[in-house]
């Protein structure tokens, strides 16, 4: 079953401070892999978009590695912001259609605290 | 700056009531989706299109209906609002051609409350 999973579920950090999210998939056959953020009553706006020959790939202060071969991803967040304080949804795409099914997680609701 | 709007941003409706939420979107982008997400969880598309005068049900069961008749307007109707139907609808497009290289544009979302 193509899955998406997103931890930790919430995370509370001071501002400044750096880190780390993770999500781990299971969608085969896999096209890339895309990092988005959404603030409260808002639409997912994108950070970042990986394929399968891509390992890290950078947006400012977001960083997102992937390893296809143990279909693992993090994003990587560094000197956080208050504006940070936001969902982050990873997002796994297939290549087994047309449409580009995407497969969402449930996101990392991450608060920054000053 | 947004290019795919969504309206109402906010709606309030007595259960029973017919609703049409607006989605607009001006790149040009043939594909176009519907999604439904409620606090906490995924997102769940329930209707997609592929360009004019194609709609297709997602994976999610929908009581709610499309059309697509302009390539920039995807309307989504509900014929009879219930309790059941509270959420935030967010509909995107893509290009049909390099959708699964940069991504889908998303609109600020619809949260519809029915009362």
């Known amino acids: 079953k193509n899955q998406v999973e997103q931890s930790p579920q919430s995370l509370i950090i001071l501002e400044g401070k750096n880190c780390t999210l993770q999500?781990?998939?299971?969608?085969?056959?896999?096209?890339?892999l895309r990092w988005y953020k959404q603030d409260t009553g808002r639409g997912p706006v994108s950070l970042t978009i990986?394929?399968?020959?891509?390992n890290t790939k950078s947006n400012g202060r977001y960083t997102a590695t992937l390893d296809a071969d143990t279909k693992q991803s993090s994003l990587h967040i560094t000197a956080s912001q208050l504006s940070d304080s936001a969902s982050y949804i990873c997002?796994?795409?297939?290549?087994?259609?047309?449409?580009?099914?995407?497969?969402f997680g449930r996101g990392t609701q991450l608060t920054v605290w000053p | 700056e947004a290019d795919i709007y969504q309206t109402p941003r906010y709606l309030v409706i007595g259960t029973g009531k017919k609703i049409t939420l607006e989605c607009s979107q001006t790149?040009?982008?043939?594909?176009m989706y519907w999604y439904q997400q409620d606090p906490g969880m995924e997102l769940h598309l329930i209707h997609y299109?592929?360009?004019?005068?194609?709609?297709e049900k997602g994976d999610l069961s929908s009581e709610s209906t499309v059309s697509r008749i302009r390539t920039e307007h995807f309307p989504l109707t509900l014929e009879s609002a219930r309790p059941s139907h509270t959420s935030q609808y967010l509909c995107?497009?893509?290009?049909?051609?390099?959708?699964?290289?940069?991504?889908?544009?998303f609109g600020s979302g619809t949260r519809l409350t029915v009362v």
């Open positions: 997002v796994v795409s297939d290549r087994g259609s047309t449409l580009g099914r995407l497969y």
């Open positions: 990986m394929t399968f020959s891509e």
């Open positions: 995107a497009s893509s290009s049909d051609r390099i959708a699964s290289l940069y991504g889908y544009t």
């Open positions: 299109s592929y360009g004019v005068n194609s709609t």
């Open positions: 999500c781990n998939y299971t969608v085969s056959p896999f096209s890339n």
């Open positions: 790149m040009g982008h043939d594909k």
